[in-house]
């Protein structure tokens, strides 16, 4: 079954699109109303549905459940839990989905950003290195990531996704949003920054979802709503338009409860609630592969790929963050120590740019220099008993300096600890979030996190951005996690949001992953 029987025509046109609104809501009334939809195989033991509202905030959604706004996800808080936990580096849709649907870090599970620089040549087919998930190459995630760990959706029995930019493991109609017709109508949306359009869509989405999961109760439903993200970047977090987007996560969540009560199986259902990032505001835009291009490096960039040189590749996410990548002839990655002698003068331009608040340097898989912007350096460092250090040389960039000079730090902190100490900082898990993108093949020689305020791309944005995330900031890192099962264990990050679910599944849990399960 396709996303809906004329959602190409619909999308075109806004009168057609309300057509479609009346249409799906006596759709909506025909099937609810007079009787409950049921499952025709034997229903699972839980219906686990994972609800993503992409680029909600903690402190905005929580606001919002407290003035009364949400009152679904309120009562959601009420009878379950709510926590604030950390996305990952970069905070940005589809490399930040990774935690959910694999239980890795982005760089571990293969996408590095949401455009990144194949130097290995090991994921792309065809001409050029170059990869973004923004447009058509977004099919191409489930492609280039890890085949060595499984998806949440292959864990699954009966797995059903929607609007969800890692898809593997679902096939046909279980994948909601996927057509030809739909991704059409997404990227019309996009390019006219088409406000009532997103809306549009996550309402139908939300109703849509609602009663596939009401008719095949499946096992895990996997499902993300884009209206929040996409208007706060059009519009700024706190306009009124994206609490509009809220409200309709919330009514996702009424929905589902009001049918799986009307269906008999409310006992089964189990929700949550959970953003892959936050938002700033951004006033100012580095174009920054110009800036290189501008120091006399011959550079590559989208959306001219093709062109340029092989000095430099700038892949910016989010568009706060960037991966630099240099020397592209080189197949092997080369480290900082060795890129020193000749990449020294570009790193001290770079950071006299405001726009830049951290320039990160891999010295190898497990150990980075941090350079802040009038800050100084440091050393972060993972031994091999997983603990990590932080020496202070030129300065302190992140703020750690007195708590490493602790003697209970002498011997490292663990993760955990290292979550501990810098969640109230303003570089929440810093240290870990530093080393796992640092330490990823396909990461740049240079990763950039900028400043508040700005942003790395100053061209070619069909909209121009009010608002950014990727960086390593809080504003950026920390986002919001419901449960209607109150956590028994410390949710700390989304990494944790995989195993979780595997609990809640009844699955065993598989080692090596990047979290820990909070049941
Ligand atoms: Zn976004």
């Not at 699972?44 to 909600?56: C, M, R, S």
């Not at 309120?74 to 649907?101: D, E």
């Not at 994206?242 to 269906?263: F, K, Y």
């Not at 700005?454 to 069909?462: I, L, Q, S, V």
């Amino acid at each position: 079954m396709g996303f809906l029987p004329d959602d190409g025509a619909a999308g075109a046109a806004g009168a057609a699109d309300d057509v479609l609104d009346v249409r799906l809501g006596a759709m909506a009334d025909e099937v609810y109303l007079e009787g409950c939809p049921r499952a025709t195989h034997s229903p699972p033991d839980v219906t686990l549905v994972i609800l993503v509202a992409d680029g909600a905030r903690p402190d905005a959604l929580f606001a919002a459940m407290d003035s009364g706004a949400l009152p679904a996800l309120a009562a959601l808080r009420a009878t379950g839990s709510a926590h604030t936990v950390t996305s990952v580096f970069p905070s940005v849709t589809g490399p930040a989905y990774t935690p959910f649907l694999l239980g890795l870090h982005p760089g571990r599970a293969g996408i590095p950003g949401i455009r990144w620089w194949d130097r290995a040549g090991t994921a792309r087919r065809g001409p050029g290195r170059a990869r973004s998930y923004v447009g058509w190459e977004a099919l191409r995630q489930d492609v280039d990531l890890s085949a060595e760990h499984r998806t949440l959706f292959e864990h699954g029995e009966r797995p059903l996704g929607a609007f969800t930019p890692i898809g593997r493991g679902l096939v046909g109609a279980q994948r909601i949003g996927a057509g030809l017709s739909f991704g059409l109508r997404m990227g019309w949306t996009h390019f006219r920054g088409d406000v009532p359009g997103w809306l549009r869509i996550d309402r139908e989405l939300s109703e849509r979802v609602a009663h596939r999961v009401a008719t095949e109760r499946p096992d895990i439903a996997f499902f993300a709503q884009p209206g929040i993200d996409k208007l706060s970047h059009q519009l700024g977090h706190g306009s009124p338009l994206v609490l509009d987007a809220m409200r309709i996560v919330d009514g996702t969540v009424a929905r589902l409860q009001e049918l799986a009560r009307r269906g008999g199986w409310a006992d089964e259902l189990r929700i949550m609630v959970v953003s892959d990032h936050g938002h700033s505001p951004v006033q100012s835009h580095e174009d920054l592969a110009g800036l290189l291009a501008q120091w006399g490096l011959r550079v590559r960039a989208h959306p001219w790929v093709f062109l340029g040189g092989g000095d430099a590749a700038v892949m910016v996410s989010g568009n706060a963050m960037a991966h630099v990548y240099l020397e592209l002839a080189a197949r092997e990655r080369p480290w900082w120590p060795a890129l020193a002698p000749r990449w020294t003068g570009l790193l001290e331009q770079l950071l006299t740019r405001p726009s830049v608040d951290l320039a990160l340097l891999p010295r190898d898989g497990a150990s980075c220099e941090v350079h802040a912007r009038q800050r100084g350096s440091a050393l972060v460092h993972r031994d091999d008993q997983g603990r990590y250090h932080y020496t202070p040389r030129t300065g302190d960039p992140l703020g750690l300096a007195a708590v490493f000079a602790a003697p209970t730090a002498a011997r490292g902190l663990s993760a955990d600890e290292v979550h501990a100490v810098t969640f109230d900082s303003d570089y929440p898990d810093s240290l870990v979030q530093i080393i796992a993108l640092a330490g990823a093949p396909r990461s740049g020689e240079i990763i950039l996190s900028a400043a508040r305020d700005w942003d790395f791309r100053a061209k070619y944005e069909p909209i121009p951005h009010r608002s950014a995330h990727g960086a390593l900031h809080r504003e950026h890192l920390l986002v919001p996690l419901l449960l209607s099962q109150a956590a028994t264990g410390v949710p700390r990050r989304t990494t944790d949001v995989f195993p979780s679910a595997l609990q809640l599944m009844r699955r065993r849990v598989p080692g090596g992953l990047d979290g820990t399960g909070f049941y």
